[in-house]
Structure formats: structure tokens, C-alpha cells
């Protein structure tokens, strides 16, 4: 069974520039996650999908991040425009969704994003 | 604000030796889960405790409940130079689908 992988895996880009990160989670997981890791601080969740809904979002920074999964299956994350701190390591995770609410569910993490913003 | 807070941060330990690392929090949580992380790689579960005091083995790994359910231990027994990376705590809050995470402690078994 193939694991939850991310597009890029590295990110380079300069302020004001747009990026779009892409995370396709385990097949047939109906839950998935956003999560980042800023220099020197701790993984913090960004938002749940499940199936093409946005469950909570409560962990978007601003609005210039914009998180999409058209048809349940892929997500996207687009930073617009970036600025510089927005640098960090973008994971995303899935899990099954056989709880009600998730929780407690095991989440499988992908290998991250990291992207630097110049 | 840290909502779950590791120690140590970093700990650099000889082959054989054992080691406790802590992630505490003033908050309850419905279950707390210990990753580890390899470079390159995104947060691998090890670990899930749900009830409180429930301790749980996997191999020289033995992980800790606290009786509230706000803090947690991992100790390791002979650690081995295999065992170098970085171990995170994260939890559940009742009725919440998303972690919080720990700052991570870093451990580096040298041969």
C-alpha cells in the first residue's frame, strides 16, 4: 500500500511569489490533514478535510493560504502571495475516518514540503 | 502558547545507556501518541496510550499514561546507536480530529 506522498519536496521561492504544494494521501482515506513546522517551534495543525468538505480550518494562518480537495482525493495547499514567513516543512497526513469525529484515528504522515521563501 | 512541552530537547547519550524523555501540559488530552521522525521524513507513530497509567512496551521502549492523562514519559533500555532521531509527543483534546505536538526531543546514541 503506498503511503501519503508530497509535491514538491523542496520549495524555493522569493517573496511575493505563489506556490502550490500537493499531498495525495492513502487511498480510500476519507480524512486529511494540514500540518506545518516553522523554524525552531513545534508542528502545528493547518486544517482537515474530509472527503472534499473542509471540516476545520481553525489552524490557517491568514488568507493567503487556500487549501482545495476537488473529488476527495488529492489536496492542494497555494500560498499567495508568499512572504518570508511562511518558510517551514508542510506535512500532510491521512487517515480513515472510521470515527466520528476522527479523533484518535491514526494519522500516516507524508514526507513533507519544505519550502523557503527568499 | 506550548501546549505540550518535551525535555529534554536535546540529548546525546552513549550505546547501552537508558533515557527518559517527558512531554508534559497543564491541559488533558483523550489520548497521547509518541513518532519518531527521521530526517527527511514526516512523523512515524509508535505509540497510542489512551487510558490513564496505561504503559505500554515495544521492545526496550516503555511508554506512560500520566493518572490525568496530561503528561507522558518514553523511556528507552540500552539504547542503541539505531535509536538516533527525533521523538515527538502529540495529542488528541476529546472530540478533536487534529495533534498537538511537542517541540520534539532529539537523541543521538553515539557507538
Known amino acids: 500500500e503506498a503511503g501519503v506522498t508530497q509535491f514538491p519536496s523542496h520549495s524555493v521561492i522569493e517573496k511575493g511569489q505563489t506556490v502550490t504544494l500537493r499531498c495525495d494521501p492513502i487511498?480510500?482515506?476519507?480524512?486529511l490533514y494540514w500540518y506545518r513546522r516553522v523554524m525552531g517551534k513545534e508542528i502545528k495543525f493547518l486544517l482537515h478535510?474530509?472527503?472534499?468538505?473542509?471540516?476545520?480550518e481553525s489552524g490557517m494562518p491568514n488568507n493567503r493560504f487556500l487549501a482545495e480537495r476537488t473529488g476527495g482525493t488529492y489536496s492542494t495547499l497555494k500560498v499567495q502571495p508568499a512572504e518570508l514567513e511562511d518558510s517551514g516543512v508542510y506535512f500532510c497526513?491521512?487517515?480513515?475516518?472510521?470515527?466520528?469525529?476522527?479523533?484518535?484515528?491514526?494519522?500516516?504522515f507524508g514526507p513533507g514540503t519544505r519550502l523557503l521563501v527568499l | 502558547t506550548q501546549l505540550l512541552e518535551q525535555s529534554p530537547q536535546f540529548l546525546s547519550i552513549q550505546e547501552g545507556e537508558n533515557l527518559t524523555v517527558y512531554c508534559n501540559s497543564s491541559s488533558v488530552f483523550s489520548s497521547l501518541q509518541w513518532y519518531r521522525q527521521e530526517p527527511g521524513e514526516g512523523p512515524v507513530l509508535l505509540v497510542t496510550?489512551?487510558?490513564?497509567?496505561e504503559v505500554k512496551k515495544l521492545k526496550r521502549l516503555t511508554f506512560q499514561f500520566g493518572d490525568a492523562r496530561k503528561d507522558s514519559s518514553l523511556h528507552i533500555t540500552a539504547a542503541q546507536p539505531g535509536d538516533t532521531g527525533l521523538y515527538l509527543c502529540a495529542g488528541f483534546k476529546t472530540g478533536a480530529n487534529n495533534l498537538f505536538f511537542g517541540t520534539g526531543t532529539r537523541l543521538t546514541v553515539i557507538p
Open positions: 487511498s480510500g482515506h476519507d480524512n
Open positions: 478535510f474530509v472527503k472534499e468538505s473542509k471540516q476545520d
Open positions: 497526513a491521512s487517515s480513515q475516518g472510521r470515527s466520528s469525529t476522527g479523533s484518535g484515528e491514526t494519522q500516516y
Open positions: 496510550v489512551v487510558t490513564g497509567g
